[in-house]
């Protein structure tokens, strides 16, 4: 068989060929030109500039937040947070698909696709609070809470706990000792002692061992920091939020990953700015934008443009010049 | 094979799986087009630089990747040699997106996808997404506040398509293998074909530009 690229007559090309004439390249006129040396030049210089970027302007370090961090620059933060894993108001207990069924998930054209996916990492958020105080063999007092929280009803610990977050939220600067009076049950010495594990250095390796000594998950610890207003405050004061063009961005002045502008730009702009949905709404855009980038080609119209704007003459001005178009020639 | 007539047979060689895959490996590119010495004359502009800038700001993102492969996942926090070698890795993937965006411009203004260049085009297109998520995975992999706000953010985009749970950005562990092994073994084979391609149907001639002239 022939092989299929090589230039047949345009005779025998048929229909399809009438729509596109463009030919292999194979068969015009050519000029010596070294491809391997132009790929040397090229890697050398692309080398010299990496070499010279990264001599000038460094890269990004910030260090991780630890739990020990958190809770030393924002206790109230800590405090408020274990009371809404407690009592179920989380963002992670009230997530859905894939942590937990507390909710429906977002939707794309009513299709739940976040339900669909199923609760695959199932995380119980009173569990991120009580597992680690538990493994901590903490003080007798919080041990007689964790059993008072153990032997109460459902809608007993919750009672409790959504009180007592109410009322960290009353609080002047959401201070726990400026708490008015209140039935919160064991609550408070559950969240205190929760603080001091977090103080204490070892909340992070409790919530990612998960009973392997080599751990290296860390879904449940960073859930349980997303949780708290604390991460989300320390990214906006580094310009991060989702609303300042958020994680496309790095810390410091470093360009980060602007190649991800367009998925980050929709989510600054309505509907999605302000849509419940809008994770799912963005997601499905792109992926619509995407299969039009992949398959542009094919695209009437937009497949057009480039014929239609003369940027090409510019390209191969030097061809167009020795080849001037002749009388008539269709454009 | 049973259709192909008498005469035609008798030049085949012997139907075998090994003369199949030599015949598609050897009609992939036309005879002396894998590696030419010459190129067309229309190829004359600074535009075809692009792709070939891509290609070796791949190579050095890749060689980079490498040395900070040696010292482990942590060394760059530590090393102050660590951290160069992770500039340079950033400042090579951050050149190699720019050269690529170049490039993608390039391609549609000359409308490259023309005489049968399509696949050349969705080969690019999906180099660039993979590109990307390589990226990303990249981010995520540093252990540092970078990654724990980013996965905090991303976590939400991804659940809510409902594949959170099989590419969970919240789990470092699986992002530094995507980001390792998975994910540049994906670009390096997608690029190869986009090269071969290239190769294979020769750099795309200009718009209205007549058969041979
Ligand atoms: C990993 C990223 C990429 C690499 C390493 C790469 C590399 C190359 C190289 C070396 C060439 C031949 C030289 C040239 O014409 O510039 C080429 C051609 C081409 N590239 Fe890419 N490219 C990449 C991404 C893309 C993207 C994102 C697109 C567009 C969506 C694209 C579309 C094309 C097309 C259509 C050609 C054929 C040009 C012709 O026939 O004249 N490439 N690429």
Redesign the interface.
Known sequence: MAIPTRTRPVAQQGRRAKEDRTRDSHSFATRPYDLVKEFVAALIAVSLLTVGLAAIFSSPDEPAITMAGWAEAAPNDVVATAAAELAGTSTSASYGAPYNSAAEGQKVLRAPLQKWGGVRIPVDSAALVLAPLTQARADAPTMAALATWRSAAADTRIGWATAYADALGKAPDGNPAAVAAGSYGPVPVLTRSFLDVALSGGLEGQLTSSGNFYGGDQTRALLLLSDGAYLEDSARAQHLGGDQWGMMNETGDYPGQPWMWLYTFWYQVPPFSTSENADAQVWALMMVLTLGLMFLPLIPGIRDIPRLVPVHRLIWRDYYRDHPRRPGQAH | MSSVPRAERVHRPPDSWTNALRERIV?TV??G?A???????????W?Y?FG??T???L??VVA?GCVLAVGGSAW??VSSLG??V???H???V??F?GFM?IHLW?K????A??????LT??TG??A??AS?GT??TG?LS????????????????I????????F?V?????MLLWHVVLLPLAVGAITVMHVVLVR??????????????
């Open positions: 009609s036309p005879p087009q590696l030419p010495d010459r190129q067309p004359v229309y190829v004359s502009s535009i630089v070939v800038l290609l070796a700001a190579t050095v980079t760059w926090h951290h160069f992770n500039s340079l950033l400042w090579s951050e050149l997106f965006v390039g549609f203004w000359m409308a996808w023309r005489g049968n260049r399509v085009w969705v297109a999906v660039f997404l990307i990226a990303f981010y540093q252990s540092n506040f970078d990654s724990q706000w980013i996965s905090a953010e991303a976590k939400d985009g659940n809510s398509i409902g594949v959170g749970a099989w969970n919240l789990n470092p562990g699986q294979r149907h020769g750099v795309v001639p200009p718009i209205d530009a007549e058969d041979g002239e």
